[in-house]
């Protein structure tokens, strides 16, 4: 990979996505509204203290992942990625190009997310905000990178929908919103162990109520890491030039 290349493709993604202010609202807007009307509809309770960290980690990632996946595809049908791949452009520069544009929307995003669920939203949080803040960033970048792996797969915007009920869907079941994970059927929980969505809310729900040392909230980053490098190699490997 080269690295100029690489931000070269990160500033074109950028510069295409600031002449969007529907992609904007979306990525930056959206999941905060969604986190507010989740504390709006549980007012004067201690429901939204308790599935709040969990809302950081889904809206984001869900938003994350369909702009991205949407986005790597549009390019590729209209042949915009066949004509950047005749030039001396990898693969790899490519699909990190995309994740490190997408990443820094993730970052900024995801401190939109934190600061309005604590500041505006009343978020209670034990822990650090900026540990949050953290594992927040590394979910979005998550769900970037497996929407750019999902869109190595489809050949329409359709298709790419239709990955959130296998891709996204069972994480999100599993992920211990709606039963503790540790409550869970055994196949089951062995499952969510293995999906990073899970990793994710249980680190964001560890912050929350400060129940876990740092060194135990680093081992979730690193596996959270694991998925975003694996999904990063894998849609190297696997992304076309165009759609047939």
Known sequence: MNPGRTLATAGRVLTQVRHDPRTIALLLVVPSLLIGLLAWIFADTEVFNTIGPAMIALFPFIV???ITSITTLRERRTGTLERLLSMPLGRGDLIMGYTLAFGLLAILQSAIAVGFAVWVCGLEIAGSIWLLLLVAVA????????????????????????????????????GGIFLARDQLPDVLREISDWLPLSHAIDALQ???ADSQDAAWIGGELLILLAWIVGAIVLGSITLRRRTP
């Open 206 to 208: 560890a912050v929350a």
């Open 139 to 174: 979910d979005a970048v998550l769900g970037t990178t497996l929407g750019l792996l999902a869109s190595a797969f489809a050949n329409t915007e359709f298709q790419v929908v239709q990955f959130m009920p296998a891709l996204v869907f069972p994480q999100i079941l599993l």
């Open 64 to 66: 994350m992942f369909l």
